[in-house]
């Protein structure tokens, strides 16, 4: 029986060497996206070679995991720091630790809806009020959305509360070549806050979006500055209209596009423990946090940490572009 060199957690046999020779095991987890990396510890600090070859895994699977890791704060910056420049966010969840500034704490039930005069519950069905419109890329309305996140789990519920995240270049290529080439030429303007469902009245969250507000034209198919894929650049929670077209034409075609973005077999879903870390490439993936956990009332507190990105490149060669609140490289 012969065995598809396809089968090996890489497509580059160099790349699976380098894996092997120091003792990094890269085992997949899904057909399109997700690997899981043994044999390292991250807090002990990674050499060269480990970096290169956790590096590789990401780029070939989009969201590679880590479990049973005992990183710290520090631990956890100074792993980000060897992939990139984490981002320090100016406003960040009242949990999040003050002598870290890289790193944004979630803590349920501490969370953002609690300022805006509802539950945090309530804010996140007004805001995730259907199927797709939870999928997001993060910060996906800047201009330079980062390239990166690493969470690490701390506290995690017993069931319940597992993340979903897609690959957005798999999504792209089994589109039909006609309409693959059709929506290359397409731009859509992604906005912090669209189909945000108001409460009735005065809704202290509108008033909020409306004071920062914060949208880019991003290309819908995006070329990924490191591995030239392309990607189908949308989601359910910022796009807002693709530019050019009518609303119906836009709403049909994005609903279409998100659709195929989601597919089960584009996704893979990790069940979370303490000591859990999940690095993903946010210029090739959305995901989906989790809706079911909140009603059981387990504590889940789950440490980001952010890469600085680029500004998007669409398969035109023509990049992203500002709209408003948004700056490169000023968080
Ligand atoms: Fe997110």
């Not at 003792?23 to 991250?42: F, K, N, Q, S």
């Not at 419109?133 to 319940?160: F, K, M, N, Q, S």
């Not at 202290?204 to 995006?222: F, K």
Request: aromatic content about 8%; glycine content about 10%.
């Amino acid at each position: 029986m012969t065995t598809d060199s396809r089968a090996t957690p890489f497509d580059d046999p160099t790349a699976e060497e380098a894996a092997q020779a120091v003792g990094v095991e890269v085992r997949p987890v899904a057909g399109h996206i997700g690997a899981e990396i043994g044999g390292v510890d991250l807090a002990a600090g990674l050499d060269d070679a480990r970096v290169a070859v956790i590096r590789a895994a990401l780029l070939r699977w989009k969201v590679v995991f880590f479990r049973g890791q005992r990183l710290d704060h520090a631990g956890h910056v100074a792993f980000a720091r060897r992939f990139g420049e984490p981002v320090v966010l100016r406003g960040r969840g009242s949990a999040s630790p003050a002598d870290f500034p890289e790193i944004e704490t979630t803590a349920d039930r501490l969370e953002l809806g609690g300022r805006f005069g509802m539950e945090h519950e309530e804010w996140l069905r007004r805001r995730r009020h259907t199927l797709l419109r939870g999928w997001h890329c993060d910060h996906g309305a800047r201009v330079d959305p980062p390239a990166a996140t690493i969470l690490r789990a701390e506290t995690v519920p017993p069931y319940g509360g597992d993340t979903t995240w897609s690959n957005l270049a798999a999504a792209y290529a089994g589109l039909s070549a006609p309409v693959r080439e059709f929506v290359a030429g397409l731009r859509a303007e992604h906005r912090l806050g669209v189909g945000y469902q108001p409460r009735p009245g005065d809704d202290a969250y509108v008033r909020h979006l409306l004071d920062h507000q914060v949208a880019s034209v991003h290309p819908l198919v995006r070329v990924h500055p490191e591995t030239g894929e392309r990607v189908l650049y949308v989601n359910g929670y910022y796009v807002e209209q693709i530019t050019d077209l009518s609303r119906a034409e836009s709403r049909a075609i994005l609903d279409m596009l998100l659709e195929e973005a989601t597919r089960p077999e584009y996704t893979v879903r990790f069940r979370w423990e303490p000591g859990s870390v999940a690095f993903w490439d946010n210029r090739a993936t959305i995901h989906l946090a989790p809706s079911d956990n909140a009603h059981l009332g387990f504590p889940r507190t789950m440490h980001r940490v952010m890469l600085t990105g680029d500004i998007p490149v669409g398969a035109d060669g023509r990049p992203s572009a500002p709209v408003t609140g948004t700056e490169p490289g000023r968080w």
